[in-house]
């Protein structure tokens, strides 16, 4: 079988992945810096890092500056980069998370009790605080009543001996028009009739 053929190459990115293809047992990946250092220092790529980076003026920007076909490809193998590192991330932390979910549901699991506790002892205080809430409105509504029936009591009492009064023929006419008026106030602002 005919090895495939070799195409001659000025770029160093090209030779490195020609030498990784005849050697089966060098690694295909990056070199040490990890891709979001490269990432970053990318002037280009590095906007992408920015809190203040804003899609539109930069997809405006890039396709103005170069077609479109071009510009698709030059984004190609910064997304490769960071895709293999962000694959190659979360798998490296895979047991972790593993372990953190499995704490998690462990200290969830205990902690159930004492949540099922709690919301008992509240749903029981709620009900104990319902029946003197209930009992105080009621004696509340009672005492309101009392109060005005007590105050209605008094001023009729007081209209009676003023109406008495006027009755009285020892007193002359000038004071008992004053009785009168009295009694008429008391009578129209108390509500008695």
Do not use: W
């Amino acid at each position: 079988m005919a090895s495939p053929p070799i195409l001659p190459s000025s770029s160093s990115s090209t030779s490195h992945r020609l030498s990784t293809f005849n050697d089966p047992t060098s690694n295909a990946d990056p070199p040490q810096s990890s891709p979001l250092e490269t990432f970053a220092s990318d002037p280009v790529f590095s906007a992408f890092l920015s809190p203040f980076f804003d899609s539109v003026a930069f997809s405006s920007q890039t396709l103005s500056s170069c077609n479109s076909a071009a510009c698709a490809e030059s984004f190609q193998e910064p997304i490769r980069l960071l895709n293999h590192y962000l694959r190659s991330e979360l798998l490296s932390r895979h047991p972790h998370l593993l372990s953190s979910i499995l704490s998690l549901r462990q200290v969830s699991t205990s902690l159930q009790p004492a949540v099922d506790s709690l919301t008992s002892s509240l749903q029981r205080t709620c009900q104990d605080l319902a029946t003197p809430r209930s009992m105080l409105k009621t004696r509340t509504i009672q005492l309101k009543n009392l109060t005005a029936t007590s105050d209605l009591l008094y001023h009729s009492e007081k209209l009676l001996k003023l109406a008495a009064k006027v009755r009285d023929k020892r007193l002359d006419q000038r004071r008992k028009s004053e009785l009168y008026r009295e009694a008429r106030v008391l009578y129209e602002e108390k509500g008695l009739a």
